[in-house]
């Protein structure tokens, strides 16, 4: 072991290391090293003689898990950081179930259900119910029901809950609970669990078996807990009743990254830590290691407008760096084309890589018009959170293979996998095994299994492919138990005959399929590998377990990090970039709308502006535009009041030779009036010459003679103001001009009703 670990670490990291004993809770600002913190203080724990078996350490993503385990090997040693007990909640949960999931009736080899297949487990049940998906929509359901059991609300406890019951028909959604109830049968019955089952049934589990408690007590004496603010309630109880029995206890996190409400985090378990254990140790991580001084006293500034949070002041002993830059443009394109731009001049001027460059945003949908930008400059970019590999449809297909050989009561993997790749058993014939699978109560592969004894149901014909497909599934089963998830998965891929069908494609996307395979069986080979070289379990069945909790920092590939980042605030936590762009600063966008009439929901997008621009290491520009497209219509914004948030030291207005917008409050608070008098933004070459007419014109307003307007003409509408015309056509008497205005965009308007006046004014004929 690497005697001199404790001389890597500052001060107050140094304390938060060595404070073992008791409950602790370490508040980490950005950048200030929590990772490190983490990693040495359970290295500290193993140097001080506690065995790697008693430690219990709970990320939020395998890759965090990853990276701290290999450290702590370096450190420890390999053969000792093995036996921690160290991954996500729901990977160190699910491994908990596959020991002690036959208590709650499941078996060890049950199937974890993601995202798609719980969604798709819910549409099946409502075209059965014959409800209408435009009110009972899958991805809704889906949804509530995750919420409610994140809550620790089942499926009979909601269906007696009278309150929920009024929510649902205010809701237009009075089967809820009869969906929720289906829901949870089906799943039972298949041996699955979903994402959310695996935090449930933990406490379940807990709550039934004092003993199964008992002995988890016992065997984790020390636990520590990564991004605490992070935690929904189910994960908060498993944590309380883990720790119940030695306290020990250490949490690490910070109250003013808490973004994630809406998964059911709850930033009380941070804030309310010291109610829960009065004799806990604080411990302040405040020295940024990752951003310039520049952002982050900016970012202190931000988050100083919260009421709700641990105070502590956070600071940097980097350079000072540049200001916070604030780029301001007419229409939501012009945003994108001064983004792309500035990061092109910057890449080149300063010898930079794609990779240093991330542009953030606060709904998937503004990732369209930079997707574009960026493509006409051909800058490279990969956005994050887009379809995931896993998510694939030829990658679903055979790890429903995988799934069915492992367990085959998985009733979402049949579907898939029944008539893939084509063997002639239709629709109707798969409609009517799960119908008689569902009056008689027992699995679709009960009745699929003995298929011969259905014949007043299926004809010779389908029997016999019904059949073909069960000795398949069940030849494949064999040693699925011993062989390596390699060998068991190119066997699978053969001998389904998926890999063939994927080989002949000629087609692009064909070709682009029979690679995702390829790329598929690598990652299962690299899988095998690694765990048979540090002595842990390598089935088809573990690969599976593993890469059903994968999640988006898990899945990047190495051909992805050369490329400019395009990704939500959300998904930028935990992430950092050399140059960070936080673009649609508008109160339409962010704050979101939504958050408007709570100060708590208000507080927290503000947490999430704080996330984005301590992303930043080296540079952070905002932008927004005066004008954005909604519904196919222009329509004005007002600039974030976040902006107005900001602290003027900071903050630099390139296009106003660094002075700001002279911006003022707007009466609702929510934003910024202009004066109008003022050029408050830069103009492309086309707008200068209409910049300077600035006068309302006398009323009435009459307009000029429709004959006398050109393109490029400078001119004056009584509504839209100031604008430039852009083109001209049709012929009199209904010829139709498109003008570019100042503040509402182009327009297009037809010239004998348009009373638009001329700059400078030209006689009328005869005059």
């Known amino acids: 072991m690497d005697h001199n670990y404790l001389s890597e670490l500052n001060d107050a990291q140094k304390q ?114 014959n409800l209408d998906d435009n009110i009972y929509k899958p991805g809704s359901i889906a949804a509530r029901i995750s919420m409610v059991k994140n809550n620790l609300i089942t499926a009979s406890m909601y269906s007696a809950d009278g309150s929920l019951q009024e929510y649902d028909k205010a809701s237009r959604m009075p089967l809820l609970s009869d969906i929720f109830k289906i829901y949870a049968s089906r799943c039972f019955k298949s041996n699955a669990m979903d994402f959310d089952d695996l935090l449930m049934n933990t406490n379940i589990l807990f709550r039934d078996f004092p003993d199964v408690l008992s002995s988890y007590q016992d065997r984790f004496r020390y636990i520590l807990v990564d991004e605490y603010q992070d935690t929904n309630y189910a994960q908060y109880l498993i944590v309380k009743k883990l720790a119940a029995a030695h306290h020990n206890l250490c949490v690490v996190g910070d109250d003013a990254q808490s973004i994630y409400s809406f998964r059911g ?62 780029m301001q443009a007419m229409t939501d394109t012009e945003e994108g084309f001064m983004i792309t731009s500035d990061i092109f001049d910057r890449r080149y001027s300063q010898q930079l890589k794609w990779s240093d460059f991330a542009v953030l945003y606060r709904t998937n949908a503004q990732s369209r018009i930079f997707e574009e930008t960026l493509r006409r400059k ?151 590998e690694a ?63 939504m958050s408007s009439g709570s100060s708590k929901e208000l507080e927290e997008e503000r947490r999430l502006f704080y996330v984005a621009v301590t992303r930043a290491k080296k540079q952070a520009t905002l932008s927004y535009a005066l004008n954005r497209y909604k519904w196919g219509n222009l329509e004005r914004s007002n600039p974030s009041r976040f902006l107005r948030e900001l602290d003027m030291k900071y903050v630099d207005y390139p296009q106003t030779g660094g002075k700001p917008f002279h911006a003022k409050k707007s009466q609702d608070d929510r ?27 006398a009323t009435p307003f009459n307009g000029s003679d429709p004959s006398q307007f050109s393109e490029g003409d400078s001119v004056q509408h009584e509504r839209f103001g100031n604008g430039l015309i852009v083109s001209i056509e049709g012929v009199p008497p209904n010829q139709t001009a498109t003008v570019e205005f100042e503040k509402d965009g182009k327009k297009k308007l037809l010239l004998r009703f348009a009373k638009l006046i001329k700059y400078p004014p030209t006689p009328l004929k005869g005059g």
């Open 265 to 326: 985090a709850r930033i009380e378990n941070i804030l309310e830590f010291k109610n829960d254990y009065p004799d806990y140790k604080l411990f302040k991580l405040e020295q940024n290691y990752r951003s310039t001084q520049t952002i982050v006293n900016a970012a202190n500034a931000i988050i100083a407008n919260n009421e709700g949070q641990i105070h502590k002041t956070v600071y940097s002993k980097n350079e000072p760096g540049e200001k916070i830059m604030v």
């Open 378 to 528: 051909n800058i490279p970019y990969k956005i994050y959170g887009g379809l995931s590999f896993y998510e694939r449809r030829e990658i679903k297909d055979i790890i429903a293979y995988f799934r069915m050989v492992m367990n085959r009561e998985d009733e979402e993997a049949l579907k898939r996998s029944i008539n893939y790749p084509k063997r002639g058993i239709g629709d109707t014939t798969i409609q009517k095994l799960f119908e008689l699978a569902h009056e008689q109560n027992v699995s679709a592969w009960n009745i699929l299994n003995e298929a011969g004894s259905y014949s007043q149901h299926f004809n010779a014909g389908t029997v016999k492919k019904l059949t073909v497909y069960a000795e398949l599934i069940d030849a494949l089963s064999l040693n699925a138990e011993t062989s390596d998830a390699y060998a068991k998965a190119k066997e699978i891929a053969a001998s389904s005959g998926i890999m063939k069908e994927l080989r002949d494609g000629k087609l692009p996307e064909e070709i682009s399929r029979y690679e995702n395979m390829e790329e598929l069986l690598n990652a299962i080979k690299i899988f095998t």
């Open 531 to 593: 765990a048979e070289t540090n002595g842990e379990p390598s089935t088809l069945g573990d690969y599976l377990a593993n890469v059903a909790l994968l999640t988006d920092q898990d899945n990047e590939k190495e051909e992805d990090r050369e490329k400019v980042t395009l990704m939500t605030m959300h998904s930028a936590k935990g992430l950092e970039f050399s140059h960070v762009y936080v673009v649609g600063m508008e109160d339409t966008l962010f704050p979101s709308p």
């Open 16 to 129: 938060a290391v060595v404070n073992t004993e008791g409950p602790a809770l370490v508040i980490a600002g950005a950048g200030a090293g929590k990772t490190r913190v983490l990693t040495y203080r359970i290295a500290h724990l193993l140097r001080n003689g506690v065995q790697a078996g008693k430690i219990l350490a709970l990320t939020f993503t395998n890759k965090a898990a990853g990276e701290m385990k290999e450290r702590i090997a370096r450190i420890a040693g390999p053969e000792i950081a093995r036996f921690l007990w160290m991954g996500t909640f729901h990977s160190i949960f699910a491994r908990i179930l596959r020991i002690e999931g036959d208590r709650l009736g499941y078996k060890s080899n049950y199937t974890i259900y993601d995202a798609v297949d719980a969604k798709s487990l819910v549409r099946t049940i409502i075209r059965e119910l």
């Open 671 to 697: 934003g910024f009036s202009f004066r109008e008098e003022q050029v408050i933004f830069k103009p492309s070459p086309r707008m200068r010459k209409i910049s300077k007419h600035v006068t309302q014109p």
